[in-house]
């Protein structure tokens, strides 16, 4: 996996619009035909934003099947810690700034 510095922030806008847009239809599409799928639509999400990503920019390269399965984990767990440790952070700000 390689990923052009210069490119880095074009990859992560079409990445992040990508999982905007394709995580409530993934969502939607197994709640209708395939509900024990649900937990995973977020995996499936993050696969289809770096295939489409990878598609689209040429800041972002991924080869081999156990490359993509380890980039699939790996931006998923981070975007997962982000989106726990993120609101964490913003509510503790928000919590002292109101205390001073």
Partial sequence: ???NTAAFLIAVG???AVEVVAQ???TSVALQHAQFLRGGTALVTT?????ITTLIS???SITGLS???A????VWMAAMFAALLL???FVKKAATERRS
């Fill in 1 to 3: 996996m390689t990923i």
């Fill in 14 to 16: 079409i990445f992040t």
């Fill in 24 to 26: 409530p239809l993934i």
């Fill in 47 to 51: 696969f289809v934003g770096l295939l």
């Fill in 58 to 60: 040429d800041g972002l």
């Fill in 67 to 69: 490359t993509w399965v």
């Fill in 71 to 74: 980039a699939t984990v790996i």
């Fill in 87 to 89: 609101p964490a952070l």
